[in-house]
């Protein structure tokens, strides 16, 4: 079915029976819990950060349905490495994305343009975000600097440890 | 539902096309597919009856009730009344005056929190629930215990999702002053022994509070029987109008209740100072009743009575003896509740080991198939049973054995979907 095979893409099906950030961190600088009451979706995140300000480890122990583990797992992938500001700015992108924005042109954002499909769910547009949203919350909590950027969610809790 | 006796005739079975027929919203389609409705543990859909009931009290009856002399005012009023001398038919209650109107389930287990509990619970009482319990029926026990000091205690389900029945003894005692559970779990589809649980009740000295919002749509409720002293329903779960709720209670009872909301129609007199409360059921419906709903909730009792009940439940049987050996074939899936198909209603939860509840209630939407995947506002019970969520594929009088057959078919194609062996 046309709607489906957008939705539940080959590479969304890849992250989810195989998620990356699978690795534990040895304490790490941030551990947040996001979590999605309308369905019970969890989802557990830690960061640590180096001293250089790069993402130098991502754990994340998601719990729900494809959409929001392969989420997890694509944001797991694209922010290893990559530095506290490029994480905010991909997470904004994102969310606008998501909202119904077109991806930024002259970027490639990799796996991450496989969950465009989402769009045409509405309802699951939240099992996307909810991996983006915990880790809105998780960076605000490594810099309170970033706590501006936190959005207020009616559905999505994040919680700190 | 009440057990079937052996001696009674067989029920003449129902004529589903005949049915279907009666409801039109079952002609549309969804996604380009007959829409096929499979959650009717959440509402059922409206036959062409109620929604004319309705639509015809607006047009020709449409006056506020028990206030007016003029002749619409009267009409309404007996069109409002006659409704809860068709529930109280319906229910068995011994009177139409121990029948009060609310705005569904939730709302009645509410009035009965403030308007009893609070009355006659204590420092130190106990409230007894079921982990089988949905949120309705516990988080009104939470917040009254939390204000009164009283201990909620909870009766476990063994591993085929019956009540621990044999442990009664050990969860209800002298303390104990309430007893609130299920009559069939919306998530199991468990009937619970009600008489039995109401006579350990009794024999302590606690009242019995039966949630029966998946009760009385699926078979005879007879609350007298069943030998409880409060009993529940949302009567959008059994073809009535959404925004009106059913609490029965034994008129002593009732008596000495608090009321639970206050404004007007609730009053006997009213000074700058104080007022006295209308006799019973009025003292509990403050305020302008959803008349046009209870001429919808007569008018779906007067189709559910020519149906039946009893062949109702007959037609639920069927449907689990068809359905729940065809989940069972799949070996992917988990099934819960019952093996017996006629211990339960006819409904399913039931989990593939690889694809999440929630995303096979999308793709079996995109065949135009109704289900809920969720918590099913059970959350206690989803962690009770080691799970996040389940789907859940709940049948009704307009749903036959093909819907069955479809039903397995995109459970099948969602394998497919994920690349995962069938």
């Not at chain 2, 009355?119 to 939470?142: A, C, F, I, K, Y």
Request: hydrophobic share 40%; aromatic share 6%.
């Amino acid at each position: 079915m046309q709607g489906l095979d957008d939705l539940y893409r080959e590479v969304i099906l890849d992250h989810y029976r195989t998620p990356h950030g699978a690795d534990v961190l040895e304490d790490p600088a941030v551990k947040v819990e996001g979590f999605n009451p309308l369905c019970g979706d969890e989802l557990l995140m830690e960061i640590s950060v180096d001293d250089s300000g790069r993402i130098s480890g991502l754990h994340i122990q998601p719990n729900g349905c494809s959409i929001s583990v392969a989420s997890a797992s694509m944001l797991a992938q694209q922010l290893a490495g990559k530095t506290v500001e490029e994480a905010v700015a991909l997470k904004e992108t994102f969310k606008s994305v998501m909202r119904g924005e077109p991806w930024p042109e002259g970027q490639d954002f990799g796996d991450l343009e496989a969950l465009e499909g989402v769009k045409n769910f509405p309802v699951r547009i939240k099992c996307a975000l909810l991996a983006w949203m915990t880790l809105e919350q998780a960076l605000a909590e490594y810099d309170p600097a970033l706590a501006a950027q936190v959005e207020a969610d009616d559905d999505i809790e994040v919680k700190t440890h | 539902m009440t057990p079937e006796t052996e001696a009674a005739a067989p029920p003449t079975p129902i004529d589903v096309a005949r049915v279907r027929q009666d409801f039109p919203i079952l002609s549309r389609e969804v996604h380009g597919k007959p829409l096929v409705y499979l959650d009717n543990s959440a509402t059922t859909q409206r036959p062409e009856s109620v929604i004319d009931a309705m639509s015809n009290f607006y047009r020709t009856a449409n006056a506020n009730v028990h206030r007016g002399v003029h002749r619409l005012s009267e009409e309404a009023t007996d069109a409002y009344e006659g409704a809860r001398n068709k529930v109280a038919a319906f229910i068995n209650a011994d009177s139409a005056r121990s029948i009060i109107f609310t705005r569904n389930t939730t709302e009645a287990v509410n009035l009965v929190a403030h308007g009893w509990a609070r009355r006659h619970l204590r420092q130190g009482d106990e409230v007894l629930l079921t982990v089988m319990e949905h949120h309705s029926n516990l988080v009104p026990w939470q917040m009254l215990a939390q204000e009164r000091g009283c201990k909620l205690r909870f009766l476990d389900i063994d591993e085929s999702g019956h009540l621990q029945l044999d442990h009664l003894d050990e969860v209800l005692n002298e303390h104990t002053r309430l007893v609130a559970l299920t009559h069939v779990s919306n998530v199991l589809g468990t009937t619970n022994a009600i008489p039995t649980i109401a006579c350990a009740a009794h024999s302590v000295g606690a009242k019995v509070f039966v949630d029966g919002a998946q009760g009385v749509p699926h078979g005879p409720v007879d609350v007298q029987a069943l030998d409880c002293d409060f009993y529940a329903y949302s009567p959008h779960k059994a073809l009535g109008p959404l925004g009106i709720g059913v609490l029965w209670g034994r008129r002593d009872v009732l008596e000495e209740m608090d009321p639970f909301l206050g404004g007007g129609e609730m009053i006997r007199d009213v000074t700058l100072e104080r007022s006295t409360w209308a006799a019973v059921p009025h003292k509990f419906e403050a305020g302008t009743p959803s008349v046009a709903d209870a001429v919808g909730l007569g008018a779906s009792i007067d189709y559910l009575e020519n149906l039946g009940m009893a062949a109702i439940r007959q037609h639920e049987v069927k449907i689990n003896e068809y359905l729940l050996p065809k989940l069972r074939e799949l070996p992917w899936l988990t099934v819960y509740g019952p093996k017996d198909p006629h211990g339960r209603c006819g409904l399913a939860s039931f989990n593939d080991n690889q694809i999440h509840a929630h995303d096979l209630g999308t793709i079996l939407d995109q065949h135009g198939i109704a289900i809920r995947a969720g918590h099913h506002c059970a959350k206690p019970l989803m962690r009770r049973l080691g799970v996040m969520a389940t789907a859940r594929a709940s049948f009704y009088i307009y749903n036959d054995l093909d819907e069955v057959d479809l039903l397995i078919e995109a459970l099948i194609e969602a394998r497919k979907v994920f690349g995962l062996a069938t």
